[in-house]
């Protein structure tokens, strides 16, 4: 079992009256609250004077990362420096990175969605902080982000490792901004970084085998909610993270001539809701989990850890019909796209409105929920008739009595 497992492991199974410790070693140590906050914290001596700086919250700062900005820690340390943040401590040199990072964060973070803003600071302060944090913003020169960005990379993180380099060129700009440097050093070392693999796509059969699949869904013999769950994805064109989590009370106007999913801006990780409008089909699908499922809020509902089906539930599924590397529940959405762009029926952009993918352009990005509602309701019906029209042409003949 991993450190980071072992972690996991010892807080969902340790129960305490009051907050605990779980010690590492060097003075790191997890503070464990009653309302199960987890953080990081580093115990020190500096000038005779007991003092102790926080990392940041588990799991968004991994044990990995807690002991690199512990490690740092002692270095400051060793060369007669106090490790602690403007938080902690106050700095008086207002030039430190860390400075003029967190002025930069406090300045953005009302553009960016609670979850996002906590993303980025957990990054700055398990990956950058530890090792730039005291440095003057005005002296640091590409070498020395390159050998920072290189820590990530080392983890096997090349996405997220562009991703950080990107906050702290903002962070340098914001500098450049406030007269505390003049250049933004992380402009010279992108070609320096390694190489995003190229992108998988998750698999999906060719339109030619899409009538083959929807007849072993149609005849699958497993679980009676796993086979409705991957038909409801299907129809809806959702992701699968969206569907498990689907929740009674998200549907609305289910008696309406204009029925509608509305997913919310905290499960879509987005600025805004996401409207799926529900198809006849879709309206039958639940009439059908209703008969099936108990009182739990959740439509495809589980008694697991997480309330819900899991991850891999569906994805099984389709193995065990023989699409193994051949089509995964997330690879339905490239199925729809193609079928539906080939058909020459529906504008793209409404194609694209229905998958919830961003578009490059913020503007357009800005849309409304409701956006080709009407236009997109008669391309999902179509879609649900498409399905069901392929699933009555491969069913066998009924055999003359």
């Known amino acids: 079992m991993s450190r980071n497992s072992a972690i996991k492991s010892i807080i969902v199974n340790h129960r305490e009256s009051k907050p605990y410790r779980l010690t590492d070693a060097d003075s790191l140590y997890l503070f464990v609250t009653l309302k199960g906050s987890r953080l990081w914290r580093f115990d020190f001596r500096h000038n005779g004077k007991r003092n102790t700086i926080s990392f940041g919250k588990w799991p968004a700062v991994s044990l990995k990362m807690a002991r690199d900005r512990r490690d740092e820690a002692h270095r400051c340390l060793a060369l007669g420096d106090s490790p602690a943040p403007r938080r902690g401590i106050s700095l008086p040199d207002a030039r430190h990175f860390e400075t003029v990072a967190r002025d930069w964060y406090d300045a953005s973070k009302a553009a960016w969605t609670p979850r996002y803003a906590e993303l980025i600071l957990a990054r700055l302060e398990g990956d950058i902080f530890p090792h730039l944090g005291r440095d003057d913003i005005g002296q640091i020169e590409p070498p020395r982000v390159l050998e920072v960005i290189r820590k ?17 060129s903002e962070v340098f700009q914001f500098g450049i901004a406030q007269g505390k440097c003049s250049r933004d050093p992380t402009s010279d070392i992108h070609r320096a970084l390694q190489k995003s693999r190229p992108k998988r796509h998750r698999r999906a059969l060719p339109p030619s085998e899409f009538s083959g699949l929807l007849a072993k869904l149609e005849t699958y ?30 549907f609305e ?5 204009m029925p509608v999913w509305r997913i919310s801006s905290v499960r879509m990780k987005r600025s805004r809701d996401h409207l799926v409008p529900l198809s006849r089909q879709v309206l039958d699908v639940l009439k059908q989990i209703k008969m099936l499922s108990s009182n739990s809020p959740y439509l495809f509902a589980k008694n697991a850890r997480q309330g819900v089906i899991s991850q891999n539930t569906m994805l099984f599924a389709l193995y065990r019909m023989g699409y193994h590397g ?15 762009n080939e058909s020459g029926l529906f504008e793209p952009d409404w194609i694209e409105t229905q998958l919830a993918h961003i578009d490059r352009d913020k503007i357009r990005r800005a849309y409304n929920p409701a956006t080709y509602l009407r236009d997109r309701a008669r391309m999902m019906q179509w879609w649900a008739d498409f399905i069901d029209r392929e699933v009555e042409s491969n069913r066998s003949p009924a055999t003359p009595g």
């Open 152 to 168: 990530i990379e080392a983890r096997g993180a090349i996405v997220m490792a562009k991703r950080v380099k990107g906050y702290c």
């Open 221 to 250: 013999d497993g679980d009676a909610i796993t086979k409705i769950a991957l038909r409801f994805t299907l129809l809806t064109m959702v992701r699968t993270q969206e569907a498990r989590f689907a929740k009674w009370t998200e």
């Open 253 to 257: 106007g289910l008696e309406s001539d």
């Open 326 to 340: 051949l089509q995964t529940t997330h690879g339905f959405r490239r199925c729809a796209s193609t079928i539906l």
